[in-house]
């Protein structure tokens, strides 16, 4: 009698971990049926995003409200950066997306500058007011090798 006790409480015990387990996988997993409730996707276009890489963080003012999601090359060549944002962030049509470094060497991100417009970037639309990333080697070797114009 006292095998078959443990044996239920053993039971329980694994059920009610494996429940933990699901819910765990869920909150920390990019399910998009789940996910696409809580965010919603914003594109930008740029023509450098040299050092930003899929999950780079995407802020304003410095904080966190978004992860970059997909990078690729459009018809003209240019960089489009999808951008996972959290749900209750609004950015209106003026704002400016810049790449930006944590630091001299530091993780490439993706920095927004709010606008003051009224009209709001509905999901899916993209960011055409932008700032590329500065490539640092070719501002150093254009320096070295004396081809920056002084004015």
């Known amino acids: ?3 078959a006790r443990m044996e239920v409480f053993v039971g329980f ?5 494996f429940l933990a387990l699901g819910w765990l996988a869920l909150q920390l997993g990019e399910i998009p049926w789940l996910t ?4 919603y996707m914003l594109n930008a276009e740029f023509h450098n995003v040299s050092g930003v890489k899929e999950g780079a963080d ?6 966190t409200v978004g992860k970059v999601r997909h990078l690729r090359l459009n018809n003209d060549q240019l960089a489009v950066v999808s951008m ?5 962030v609004v950015i209106p049509v003026d704002s400016i997306a810049s790449v ?6 530091g993780d490439k991100y993706i920095q927004i500058t709010l606008g ?4 709001v970037y509905k999901p899916g639309e993209t960011v055409v007011d932008t700032e590329s990333a500065v490539d ?4 150093i070797s254009k320096f070295a090798f004396g081809q920056v114009e002084k004015k």
């Open 1 to 3: 009698m006292h095998s």
């Open 100 to 105: 930006k470094s944590q630091g001299i060497i």
């Open 136 to 139: 640092l080697e070719s501002l």
């Open 84 to 88: 996972q944002l959290a749900k209750e």
């Open 36 to 39: 696409g409730t809580r965010s």
């Open 58 to 63: 995407v802020q304003i003012a410095g904080v």
């Open 116 to 119: 003051g417009d009224e009209v």
């Open 13 to 17: 015990f694994l059920v009610i971990g």
